[in-house]
């Protein structure tokens, strides 16, 4: 039968996590329109219809909710308080009239003005999605779960989950406390949390190249057990070859150029050992689901997003192959999927 109110409690989480987000996404959009009127995007691609769109976030909350049931984790517990996420959903508001500003200016470059920015490559001191300070700044850090979650109707969470699922498979039949993973641009550490309340005798590390986002990470993994945070680059990560058992990454891929997609993937192949896994959840890319490339086409329209186009066209299976990652499984996600490879 299974843990029904676990199953319970996680689609009833997720149903209002969507009913507040999807209202914030709209409050946002209408905002938007308002500071910052501009014609509307038409792609040439198809675009799903809102119907379509609908079934998919159904069909992800409930894939979520019967993971729960059947035990591969339990159910979602919130981090933070009511009061802090209502003044960070206050602060992007306020934060609104700088970013479309931005915008309509095309000015990607508020990061490169930041302290942190020379210690950084090019491609990242940025403003990816327009973002104050792109990922240097703490506002940047403090404001990204509540727009990545406005932004995908509250399914953000959910859609990072899908990735529990190789992982628990991967872990049938051994011992979690002899097991390390690493998540790779780990950002604010919601994954890692995630995997920290499925498995809290497994040893975890998080990289990423920014300090205020690892600042993040660390609060919202209180109390639970900490992971290492390690603030570095995922082309050369401080780590031995052979070290890790899982490798996830989570939405990282679309935001590297083409050449350091491939050195991380490198990295990835080098620090994991013979027989680890590898779970990568990014963005749909094109043809992925043909009826849905107008979407693919209009993101990095709306957001700045630099290496988009070229990540929704790049040949994944190929750069992972080429690194010594063996397919093992690859499923769609609402707008994402998660594809599972091993080491040769
Ligand atoms: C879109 S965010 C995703 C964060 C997180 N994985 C999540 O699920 O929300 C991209 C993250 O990649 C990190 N990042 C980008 N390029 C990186 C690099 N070369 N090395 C390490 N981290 C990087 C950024 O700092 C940011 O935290």
């Given at each position: 039968m299974?843990?029904?109110l676990g199953m319970a409690t996680q689609l009833a989480g997720n149903?209002?996590?969507?009913?507040?987000?999807?209202?914030?996404n709209w409050l946002l959009s209408r905002e938007s329109r308002r500071l910052a009127p501009r014609p509307r995007y038409v792609p040439q691609g198809p675009v799903p219809s809102e119907a379509e769109l609908m079934a998919d976030l159904r069909a992800l909350f409930l894939a979520d909710a019967a993971a729960v049931r059947d035990g591969l984790y339990p159910p979602e517990e919130p981090a933070g308080s009511l009061v802090r996420h209502l003044s960070d959903v206050r602060a992007m508001f306020a934060d609104l009239p700088a970013t479309l500003e931005r915008r309509q200016s095309e000015d990607t470059l508020s990061a490169v003005l930041h302290a942190g920015a020379t210690d950084v490559p090019d491609y990242y001191a940025q403003d990816f999605h327009f973002q104050t300070?792109?990922?240097?700044?703490?506002?940047?850090?403090r404001l990204y779960d509540v727009q990545v979650e406005t932004l995908f109707y509250g399914a953000a969470s959910a859609m990072r989950r899908a990735g529990l699922k190789p992982i628990a498979a991967f872990l049938r039949g051994r011992d979690q406390r002899a097991c390390a993973l690493l998540d790779v641009a780990c950002g604010t550490g919601r994954f890692l949390r995630d995997i920290r309340l499925a498995y809290p005798g497994m040893a975890l590390t998080g990289l990423d190249l920014s300090q205020a986002y690892l600042d993040e990470a660390q609060r919202h993994l209180k109390p639970l057990r900490p992971a290492t945070l390690l603030n570095a680059n995922a082309e050369a990560m401080p780590l031995p070859d052979e070290s890790?058992?899982?490798?996830p990454s989570v939405f990282l891929f679309h935001?590297?150029?083409?050449?350091?997609r491939r050195h991380v993937t490198a990295e990835i192949a080098r620090v994991l050992k013979p027989g680890g896994l590898f779970v990568f959840i990014d963005s749909l890319q094109m043809r992925d689901r043909p009826r849905w490339d107008g979407l693919i086409e209009a993101f990095p329209v709306r957001f700045h997003e630099p290496y988009f186009a070229h990540y929704a066209t790049d040949d994944l299976e190929t750069i992972f192959a080429e690194a010594g990652l063996e397919a093992e499984d690859t499923s769609l996600a609402f707008l994402s999927k998660v594809m599972a490879r091993r080491k040769a």
């Open positions: 299974g843990d029904t149903a209002v996590r969507f009913g507040w987000y999807s209202g914030l300070g792109g990922y240097l700044s703490s506002e940047s850090a890790q058992d899982i490798v935001e590297l150029p083409g050449a350091v």
